[in-house]
């Protein structure tokens, strides 16, 4: 009730204030928790409640930056962290860092979330993003990388076991963590996008899963992704249900997912999870009452204050049927 009257208040008000904000409910640390629990409240909350989400890009070095953004603004934290393993050398050298604050986030009641905005494996270990993770690998390349036992293949799988120590300490934490490699397979802004067809994007992702897999890492929920690009055919780069945990969809052709959009996803998703894995909008109570499948938002970073009035991130917090830092429940 208390949240009700605030979102109430956040929305008649123009120039709403912090203050209006519930305090932050005292969260009770998650225990060691395996995945399947938390896909379990991700399939109990879909079509009635959605976790409020914060993206943190780089540097590596401040983790929590934008979270702590939506606490200033808003009163609460969110009830999803993200971050990224990253890419370039200062941020890769400080992974640990982010690896430390999806402990935090976890021992605090949020659930978290890992991007990778990953190196080809044509180069080393750290690029740029101009020319590095936004780049193009030539077919012949893609090929080879997607073939057990070639020289780029094994350059993938070395690339991989990088992140592994960093993802088995969030394992050995008792920590699910909803990873969401490889995102937007459907662009050809990164070098892994684009490729259609079971070859192409799908065929690198299951590989991934299937390497990952092996290395025992059987606290990651597997988040399939791709961008709202018009021309549409999201399921040419779908590597099959049992890859896939969570389905997800970033919005950016325009500010919120079309009807079209939302269909489009829940057939490729059938009974799995939904999410909206990037937005720089915040859902509007429209959104929200309209397309309630969606388990999770997630504002990207910069976009939270960038893109986004006090007024607007405050009624989508004090939104009755978001839940928050605190209000996030695991059985």
């Known amino acids: 009730m208390r949240k009700r009257v605030a979102w109430t208040m956040a929305a008649a008000a123009v120039a709403v204030s912090v203050s209006v904000g519930p305090a932050t409910e005292s969260a009770q640390a998650f225990p060691p928790t395996p995945k399947q629990t938390v896909l379990n409240y991700l399939r109990s909350i879909s079509g009635n409640?959605?976790?409020?989400?914060?993206?943190?890009?780089?540097?590596?070095?401040?983790?929590?930056?934008?979270?702590?953004?939506?606490?200033?603004?808003?009163?609460?934290?969110?009830?999803l962290w993200g971050g990224d393993l990253m890419f370039s050398a200062a941020d890769v050298a400080n992974r640990q860092r982010v690896v430390d604050q999806a402990k935090t986030e976890?021992?605090?009641?949020?659930?978290?979330?890992?991007?990778?905005?990953?190196?080809?494996?044509?180069?080393?270990?750290?690029?740029?993003?101009e020319g590095g993770v936004k780049s193009t690998v030539s077919d012949a390349q893609f090929a080879q990388i997607v073939t057990e036992g070639s020289a780029l293949n094994?350059?993938?799988?070395?690339?991989?076991?990088?992140?592994?120590p960093y993802l088995q300490q969030l394992k050995n934490a008792g920590i699910p963590v909803l990873f969401r490699p490889l995102h937007e397979m459907n662009e050809s802004w990164n070098w892994w996008g684009n490729r259609p067809g079971s070859n192409g994007s799908a065929r690198l992702y299951r590989i991934t899963r299937d390497y990952l897999s092996g290395k025992g890492l059987d606290n990651l929920i597997w988040v399939w992704n791709v961008q709202d690009n018009p021309a549409g055919g999201w399921s040419n780069y779908y590597p099959g249900d049992q890859y896939v945990d969570v389905v997800s969809l970033d919005v950016w052709y325009k500010n919120y997912p079309s009807s079209a959009d939302y269909q489009q996803i829940r057939n490729i998703a059938g009974t799995k999870p939904m999410a909206i894995a990037e937005i720089g909008k915040m859902p509007t109570a429209a959104l929200l009452d309209s397309q309630t499948r969606w388990a999770w938002f997630m504002m990207w970073s910069e976009h939270l204050r960038g893109n986004n009035t006090n007024a607007e991130i405050q009624a989508t917090y004090f939104h009755p049927r978001v839940l928050n830092q605190g209000e996030v429940r695991l059985p």
């Open 49 to 79: 409640q959605i976790v409020s989400g914060q993206h943190n890009k780089e540097p590596a070095s401040a983790p929590g930056q934008y979270t702590q953004q939506v606490k200033d603004v808003t009163g609460q934290y969110p009830g």
């Open 106 to 129: 976890w021992a605090n009641g949020s659930l978290t979330a890992l991007t990778w905005h990953v190196c080809p494996p044509t180069g080393s270990s750290a690029c740029a993003f």
């Open 154 to 164: 094994n350059a993938w799988k070395r690339r991989l076991d990088e992140a592994v």
